[in-house]
């Protein structure tokens, strides 16, 4: 199947949110028809419907919304990876660290003016505590943890 385009992505986020073709294509700068010949088009290729129409507006089938939710979640994930690629653009450097208590105490922060000097234009950002975060949910760039266990995504370094 081809891809969905991202104007696609955003014809079923607006479908979903305003129940209505004609509002979507106002606030999506299109004609109606575009976008009900664009969402035809898609029905046509999945082999069901997405929408049903009515004199009102639109109805959301089951099948409709979960495409649709899932092409909200696609361009909310797509704005924020823009947001943090126009951050990383701008120049604006920050290593965001989490770690045990520990391991911050005894060899992160005796050892980060020796850092701080060889990399002035870092800024860095600590969050000292000893509660485990997934760092795939969290705005840290690295965790550090000790464990007697293994731990969902990480890196085990042995010496």
């Known amino acids: ?5 991202g104007s696609l992505l955003q014809i079923l986020d607006a479908s979903l949110r305003l129940n209505n073709f004609s509002k979507v294509a106002e606030e999506l700068g299109l004609t109606p028809a575009a976008v009900s010949y664009q969402v ?3 029905e046509s290729r999945l082999g069901f419907l997405l929408f049903t129409r009515q004199s009102g507006g639109l109805e959301v089938t089951k099948e409709g919304q979960l495409i649709c939710q899932q092409a ?18 701008q120049g604006n450097k920050t290593l965001r660290i989490t770690a045990s208590t520990r391991f911050a105490t005894q060899l992160l922060l005796p050892n980060l003016a020796r850092f701080k000097s060889s990399n002035p234009d870092i800024d860095i950002e600590i969050d000292i505590s000893d509660k485990i975060r997934p760092l795939v949910q969290s705005d840290f760039d690295i965790a550090i943890r000790f464990c007697d266990g293994v731990l969902e995504g990480a890196v085990e370094i042995k010496n």
């Open 72 to 89: 909200s979640k696609s361009l909310t994930q797509m704005h924020s990876a823009i947001a943090q690629a126009k951050q990383l653009n």
């Open 40 to 42: 035809r088009q898609l």
């Open 1 to 5: 199947m081809k891809y969905l385009s």
